[in-house]
């Protein structure tokens, strides 16, 4: 019998509405318990027993696909592939895809919630008025700010419309020219480097992928090259930022404070000293989690997946 391992959290809140497909088809489907994403060390014993796989952001490594003699077909729901070895994958046969332009109004919408948060002080206020207090921090008029955007894609472009709505001026960096023309076809005006975003935002939001190229991008250098009293914004990945070089910046005031929806390690250590901070607002890396954004990125998935397992399909992400 064909098998399937349904990884992904968000896939598995909302099975119901697809087991009927996996039935029919007398494909078996196992949900196990996951926190945030599934481990080496939780992967390596079962993974050669399955078909299939709808995955999150569950650690496919070189170690874990080199076990996987029966796996077809990775099936990533969401966008984000760095915690798959594609290369590994494409040398074991085994086929990845995922479900690109599904959230981009999902995660944007967080993007604008952490933008006004932070301008505000609105999470000071509820702590105050929770402990008995009524605190009247003065915010900053978001109207005139300058609202970088690194990652120009389907988000990025997504989080300029709501900066616009703001009366926000916007500004963007990506590295891919396709995306650049369509950002400046949506009123952006694209830097001609990282450098240059950095120095002129008051509020910078990554929305890039998780490259070798954009690892920490945000580090001790660029967080110098940022406006004092600016603030950072991530909805993207977090290896994106080198968390200590952000502590330090925050701890120097140089950065007036951070929102991030995600980190390097989830979920995020109790050690992390990033817990001290009232001008950081923390999140679950739960951006992308609304009742639309899940059934059409767990639709699509399904549509992979069965794809994968009959052969047919991409044979990479894309």
């Not at 796996?71 to 994958?89: E, F, M, N, Q, Y």
């Not at 914004?233 to 404070?257: F, P, Y």
Request: net charge negative; charged share 25%.
């Amino acid at each position: 019998m064909t098998r399937v391992l349904i990884a992904c959290r968000q896939m598995q809140d909302c099975f119901d509405s697809f087991s009927s497909r996996f039935d029919d088809l007398g494909i078996e489907y196992v949900l196990p318990p996951v926190v945030q994403q599934m481990s080496e060390d939780d992967l390596l014993p079962v993974i050669s027993e399955f078909d299939g796989m709808i995955a999150g952001d569950d650690h496919l490594s070189e170690r874990v696909l080199e076990r996987a003699e029966r796996l077809r077909i990775i099936s990533k729901w969401g966008i984000g592939t760095d915690s798959i070895d594609l290369v590994a994958a494409e040398r074991h046969g085994i086929r990845v895809t995922n479900t690109p332009a599904v959230f981009g109004d999902d995660v944007a919408d967080v993007a604008a919630g952490y933008l006004v948060m932070l301008a505000r002080g609105l999470h000071l206020i509820d702590r105050s008025v929770r402990e008995g207090g009524w605190l009247k921090p003065r915010g900053i008029a978001l109207a005139g700010m300058a609202l970088g955007i690194f990652g120009l894609g389907s988000i990025g472009r997504s989080v300029g419309r709501r900066g616009q709505g703001f009366g926000m001026r916007l500004v963007g960096f990506d590295p891919d020219p396709q995306s650049l023309a369509l950002a400046a076809e949506a009123g952006i005006e694209t830097m001609q480097s990282p450098k240059a975003l950095f120095e002129a935002a008051d509020f910078l939001v990554l929305c890039a992928p998780a490259t070798d190229e954009t690892r920490h991008v945000i580090n001790g250098s660029s967080l110098a090259q940022m406006r004092d009293g600016s603030f950072l914004i991530n909805v993207s990945r977090g290896t994106l930022v080198d968390e200590e070089a952000l502590v330090e910046a925050l701890q120097s005031g140089r950065l007036a404070g951070a929102a991030l929806d995600v980190f390097e390690h989830e979920p995020l250590p109790a050690t992390s000293l990033l817990r001290g901070f009232q001008s950081c607002v923390l999140g679950s890396h739960n951006a992308s989690n609304t009742r639309q954004g899940v059934l059409r990125a767990s639709e699509r998935a399904v549509e992979n997946l069965l794809r994968g397992l009959a052969g047919d399909g991409k044979t990479e992400a894309g």
